[in-house]
């Protein structure tokens, strides 16, 4: 299962960013999907993640981000789903990198075994200036 983030950047304090994530592997489901950020010296904090009809959002996200899902199945580049995070009055604490997860299950082949996975991105660098 791979996850790409893209969409990170520079932006100025009251001003927005979108962050996408394309979410691609195999005979798949993607139950959860979601975003989490990590800042310089501070540990790992939910955004926010969707599962289904289920929408979670962290303390600091109420009410200025919105995420949102597209489940799509790409038979040629192997694309399951994305996730975005739509992030408005940016402020400089929302300065972190920010980390694209998706969990679910997989078939694992030759077996058709069904095995558990939850995966990360690489991470994208948010950085808002005041």
């Known amino acids: 299962v791979q996850l790409v983030e893209s969409g990170g950047g520079l932006a100025q304090a009251g001003g927005s960013l979108r962050l996408s994530c394309l979410v691609s592997g195999g005979v798949m489901t993607i139950n959860t999907m979601g975003w989490y950020r990590q800042a310089p010296g501070k540990q790992r904090e939910l955004v926010a993640t969707?599962?289904?009809?289920?929408?979670?959002?962290?303390?600091?996200?109420?009410g200025r981000f919105t995420i949102s899902r597209d489940d799509l199945q790409h038979t040629i580049d192997s694309v399951k789903g994305a996730v975005y995070l739509q992030m408005n009055s940016l402020k400089p604490d929302d300065t972190a990198v920010y980390f694209c997860?998706?969990?679910?299950?997989?078939?694992?082949?030759?077996?058709?075994?069904?095995?558990?996975?939850?995966?990360w991105g690489q991470g994208t660098q948010v950085t808002v200036s005041s």
């Open positions: 997860y998706a969990a679910g299950t997989i078939v694992e082949l030759p077996t058709s075994s069904l095995r558990p996975y939850d995966s």
């Open positions: 969707i599962s289904g009809d289920k929408i979670e959002y962290g303390e600091s996200a109420k």
